[in-house]
Structure formats: structure tokens, C-alpha cells
């Protein structure tokens, strides 16, 4: 009885050899799977972010001028409502928790509409020997802001300056209207712009020296702390030029263009030379030196595809080679979904201001989007209300879900969108409380350095060994089951 005792056992064991080399295999596809050398190209591409430094951008509005009480001459701050507005306006049905005015008239000052939800200082900032403010904030609306808010004004951008680097951004997109034809702001903006970002870089040595004189800052530690610009290009301004093509060539009018055509083919090689063309006189202005570069590659962030009648899939491609042959640089694409099917490089919906995370690791840049909330009382005749308010700690808590994700670049929406109320620069209404909690987590953000945990695992690779693994598991229980009380039996014969 021994020797059927000595053949039990080695019946088990030889029950076991399956279940091993299949927990064997299926070990090794896990880890071969999580391995750099067995990545898919999307993985591989995208390793290349997980091991650099995280970075944070942000949408930067610069569209406005005031004149103080001057509405006539303002733009984007303020709008003049005629009787139809205002009866549209009343009719509209607002969310049961929309915080302001639902009649038209509460919303008018002598008949002028503020178009900003949110209002940044009235009148410019000093500052003192250490870059920090002087004094308190000039508060007020609409006609208390002086001058000094508008597109060509430095000390604006400036102050807007000082706050990013603040709030931890890395790199500040610029809104880009221009068309060659229309939205010419963007174009005088945009210089004004950079000739502040230098004018800054000089002044922020001495401010450092001061704070601490016990080291010597020079130029390469300003341009190491400033934000650095990548090109958000606002694709409206594309259906812009194609509508005013259409009034010039054909005689058609603008707004019946508008309302009757979809928009360019980006399959036709003058509007994809077009749409080059906006991205050159972008960064004809944004030299290298203000640029954001990542592994010697720019940046250029799109808005919407729905402005073209097809985005087609080689207008990003001619772009890049363009690009590389005028600045010897690489380009990289971010957009929403619909530009998938022209390659972009990294895949990011706007409107992330509203509730809903996004998943960044779905394909090629690992990018995920945010923002404070949404009140859109300055744009309300535009737009049918809305309003999410806003919580800082749901405000971090979408933070965490992000770097949970894996994303290694956020896009914060937005940095000073006035009229819609997304804004996390400082406000009169909200001071520089947005501005710490982005701080806040954007120390966090920037200590994080590699790949997730599985964030790199090609899961299809371990299904089938898992699948058999399982299976010979429950075979074994089952065979095990069966044989237990024979076994026990020959013990007690022995």
C-alpha cells in the first residue's frame, strides 16, 4: 500500500506541472508586457513623457481693452443690448442655483451689458524692490477699470506673469484669433506680449537678488522660473477667413456665409497652406527663447474641429514639415477627438471646467484637462446660462483624479476666460484663492516622475494566459476534490 501511497503523490505533482508553467507563463507575459522592450508604439511614445518633467498649461485670454467709461470704444468688457436681446436674455430658463440677476434689466448699466463675469484689478499694481505688490488691489467694475487692461498694455501682462509663476504654470497659451484678415489684436497682442515676457525676465534677477543677497541670480534663472508660450489657435478664426473669402470672391454676405457654410476643407491645399500660415506668424513672434520646448519640439494646442467642413489627415503632417523646415524644430498637436483623424499627437476635449474627468492615457501624449467652475453671466447673450460652481477642494479633488490617471501634462482651463467665469487668475470676486489651490497642487504635480503603477502594462498580452491559469486552477480544485477521500483511506490501511 506504500507504493500506491508513493504513486498518489506523484499523481498530485505531476496535477501541479501544469499549473505551474502556465502561472510561469503567465508571470512572464506580465512581465514582458510591462517591459519598455515589449511596449506597443503608443507606449513607447508615450514613455518618453511619463520620464520628464510634468507640465501644466493654461488658456490665456488677451482680447480686452478698456477705456474706463468710454463703453463705446472697449472691447470684450462690455456690450450694448437692444430690445431684442434683452427679451431673449428674459426668456432664457437659468439653472435653479445660478447665483446672479435673471431679469435682463438687473444686468444693465444704462443700457450697456459688463461682459466679464469675473473683473481683475481696476487699475495697474506696483510693486516693490522684491516683485511683491504694493498696497492693496483698486476694486470696482466695469467703468472703475482704467486703461491699463488691454492688449497692448505691458504692466497687464506683467501683473498676469507674476501670478502664473505664482499659481506654478509652466506654460501659458496664448488665444490666437489671427487670420491674416480679421482679429488683428492677436497679431499686436501677441508682440506686445513677448516684449514683456523679456522686459520681466530682466527685472526678476535684482527682485531675487533682494529677497536673498546671499546668492547672485542672473538671466538663466528668470528664464528658468517664467512661463513659457505655446500657441492655443482658436480655429474660429479659420471659419472667420472662410466666410470673408466668400464675401470678397463671390459678393455673398458675411453673416449669410456664416449661417450657410460649414466651414474650409483642410484637404485642399490652400487651406491647409492657410492654416500653416496662422501657426508661422505665431511663431515668427514667439522666438525659441519665450517658446515652450519639449525635446526640441513646439506646441500648438486646436480648438474645435467642427469649424471645418473636413479636417482631412495630412494638414497637421505638411504642418510639422513646414514647421521643421522654417525653425528647425519639431511641432506637436494637442486637440480634441475630432482631430484624430488628421494624427494629433494628444487627445484633450475643452470644457473640462465642467464635471467629468478625462482619461489622458487613452492614445499618444498622456493629457488630461480641469478648471474652477463655470458662470457665463457675462456671455449670458451668447449662451443659454450655465453654472457650476465652484469648491476648492472638488477642485483638487479632479487634480488627484488626473495625476491618479497618469497625465503628465494638464491643461487648467482657463487662466483668465473673464466672460464665461473659468478663470483661476486673481479676481475681485475670488482674490488669489484660485491661484493657491493651483499652487497647491501643482507642487505635487511637478515631484512626480516616471511611469504609474501599470501604467504602462499592455493588458491584451496577459488575457489569454490569465484565461488558461484560471481554468487550470479550477480544474485542479475539482480533481483535487475528488481525490481527497481515497487518499485518506489508503492512510488508514496503512
Known sequence: MATNHKDTKLRRIGRLLPLLVIGGLFVGAFLAASNPLFYSPNQSARDIYYNSDREIFTTFFYWYRSNGSDYATSAHLVEQWDAATISKVNNFTYPSNWPGPTNANDMLVNGYHDAISHHPPADAPQYNATGDVVGTLQTGVMSNITSWFDWLNSSWYEWEFRNMM?????????????????????????????????????????????????????????????PKIAMFFDTT??????CW???????????????????????????????????????????????????GSNVVWLYSDGWFSDVGTSVLNYCKAQFLARYGRALLFVGPNGWSK??????????????????????????????????????????????YSRDVTAYKAKWQTLMNEGATWIHV??????????????????????INATREMADIFHQMHGVIPFAGVNFAAVIVPLIGFAALCAWYWRTTKKTAVPMREEKKLE
Open 166 to 226: 505664482k499659481a506654478g504654470i509652466d506654460v501659458f497659451m496664448p488665444v490666437d484669433w489671427w487670420n491674416g484678415q480679421q482679429n488683428y489684436w492677436a497679431y499686436e497682442g501677441l508682440q506686445a506680449m513677448v516684449a514683456e515676457w523679456y522686459q520681466l525676465r530682466s527685472k526678476l534677477p535684482a527682485e531675487a537678488d533682494v529677497r536673498d543677497p546671499t546668492v547672485t541670480h542672473d538671466v538663466a534663472y528668470a528664464q528658468n522660473i517664467m
Open 237 to 242: 478664426c479659420m471659419k472667420q477667413l472662410y
Open 245 to 295: 473669402n466668400l464675401s470678397v470672391t463671390t459678393g455673398i454676405d458675411y453673416n449669410t456665409a456664416w449661417n450657410t457654410y460649414q466651414g474650409p476643407d483642410l484637404k485642399d491645399p490652400y487651406w491647409q497652406q492657410q492654416f500653416w500660415q496662422r501657426i508661422q506668424d505665431f511663431y515668427d513672434v514667439v522666438d525659441n527663447t519665450t517658446a515652450f520646448n519639449f525635446h
Open 342 to 387: 488628421a494624427s494629433v499627437d494628444g487627445m484633450c476635449n475643452w470644457g473640462s471646467c465642467c464635471p467629468g474627468p478625462v482619461n489622458p492615457a487613452a492614445t499618444g501624449i498622456p493629457v488630461g484637462a480641469l478648471g474652477p467652475g463655470y458662470y457665463n453671466i457675462g456671455a449670458v447673450a451668447g449662451q443659454s446660462p450655465i453654472y
Open 413 to 434: 482651463e482657463t487662466w483668465n476666460e473673464y466672460h464665461e467665469g473659468t478663470d483661476i487668475s486673481w479676481t475681485q470676486e475670488y482674490g488669489d484663492q484660485w
